[in-house]
């Protein structure tokens, strides 16, 4: 489970990062024409990343999660409507419509909403107050102007980058501290997976130990 967690972790950043490299690479040269020619799969591939995480995130409130979830969900069907009514009929991909036609930002919007809303939780989580600076930013990047999605696409992907930074950084002091190499949301995962009974006695076990402390 927490390998697929950070699998569908990894594929958002990588997405995002390759189909903004086009913004940076010469015109028409042989890189920019295949990210450019590929930006559909790698919008598809980002949000099935983003999904399979939120799918699997641990958040102890859970309507937070709910919400999360259902803002994925409203973007990518946004984002198949955007595709399969306005943008393929025009001839572009979907990133070029939303940047062309920055209504349609609206539809897609949700999504990244979505994305928005994890890379908060993950900041929260890992004590990372820097990466709610660089999300201010690019909030306001994609609701003033889809133009400056690019900004937006640099900064989200900064954020990522000191998620994932900081998780290898506690990842590596607890393997010095303990034999396992349990973090984050892993021991939540493994409780989940336990049966009813064995999650009760567990309960009833921890809250024994939690009124001894207290004696």
């Known amino acids: ?46 949000a099935g990343g983003l999904g399979l995480s939120l799918f699997l995130i641990h958040i102890y409130v859970t309507e937070i999660k709910r919400t999360l979830q259902a803002l994925w969900a409203l973007g990518v069907d946004g984002s198949l409507a955007t595709y399969t009514s306005l943008a393929q009929p025009a001839g572009q991909n979907l990133i070029q419509y939303v940047v062309a036609n920055p209504m349609a930002v609206w539809f897609v919007g949700p999504l990244f909403a979505a994305l928005t809303g994890f890379v908060f939780k993950e900041g929260i989580v890992l004590k990372l107050t820097s990466i709610f600076e660089r999300l201010i930013f690019a909030e306001d990047c994609l609701l003033n102007s889809p133009l400056k999605t690019v900004d937006y696409v640099k900064k989200m992907v900064s954020a990522l980058q000191k998620i994932f930074r900081r998780g290898r950084r506690l990842r590596e002091q607890n393997r010095v501290s303990r034999k396992d190499d349990d973090i984050g949301d892993k021991s939540v995962f493994i409780f989940n997976a336990l049966p009813d009974a064995e999650k009760k006695a567990l309960i009833e076990k921890l809250q024994q130990e939690k009124l001894k402390n207290l004696d």
């Open 1 to 46: 489970m927490v390998i697929l967690y950070r699998s569908g972790l990894v594929t958002t950043a990588a997405s995002f990062v390759v189909a903004a490299s086009a913004s940076f690479l010469p015109e028409n040269s042989l890189l920019s024409n295949v990210v450019n020619e590929n930006l559909n799969s790698l919008y598809a591939l980002g």
